[in-house]
């Protein structure tokens, strides 16, 4: 690990920590990276990896339904978004300014945005430059 890592776990509410094991989401497989170029995210299975200066916009959101974000990596239908869950109470949205690849790996699909929910979503947006504001979900 070198000095310019900060590591973000997510926030395990007790029924997404339910939901995730059956996909291998846990504490254990679960994390975000920022370093001083790039996000590194890791979500039971699932990787994501973009440089910092992709990321266009950063905002709060939640809280989020139950049914629409436990379980495994979720992909949202209207917008491609990209959703790494672990509670239901507050995340993380960033916008980037070229989709990642992430639910699947041949990146046929990719994401224009990525919603996480580390237990420090304050310090996060300030490791990745942004501001705390709120937002709607």
């Not at 979500?43 to 989020?64: A, E, M, Q, S």
Request: aromatic share 8%.
């Amino acid at each position: 690990m070198s000095p310019s890592e900060l590591h973000f776990p997510f926030d395990f509410a007790p029924l997404y920590r339910m939901s995730g094991l059956a996909f291998g989401i846990t504490a254990h497989t679960s994390d975000i990276v920022v370093t001083d170029t790039e996000l590194r995210v890791r979500f039971g299975l699932w990787r994501v990896r973009t440089p910092l200066d992709n990321i266009r916009l950063l905002r709060l959101t939640g809280p989020y339904l139950y049914l629409k974000t436990a379980g495994p990596a979720r992909l949202g239908l209207t917008d491609r978004g990209l959703t790494f869950a672990t509670n239901s109470r507050r995340g993380v949205c960033l916008a980037f300014h070229e989709p990642i690849i992430g639910i699947e790996p041949t990146g046929l699909l990719r994401h224009p945005n990525l919603t996480l929910t580390p237990a420090d979503c304050t310090g996060l947006l300030t490791a990745l430059g942004g501001q705390p504001t709120e937002s709607a979900s």
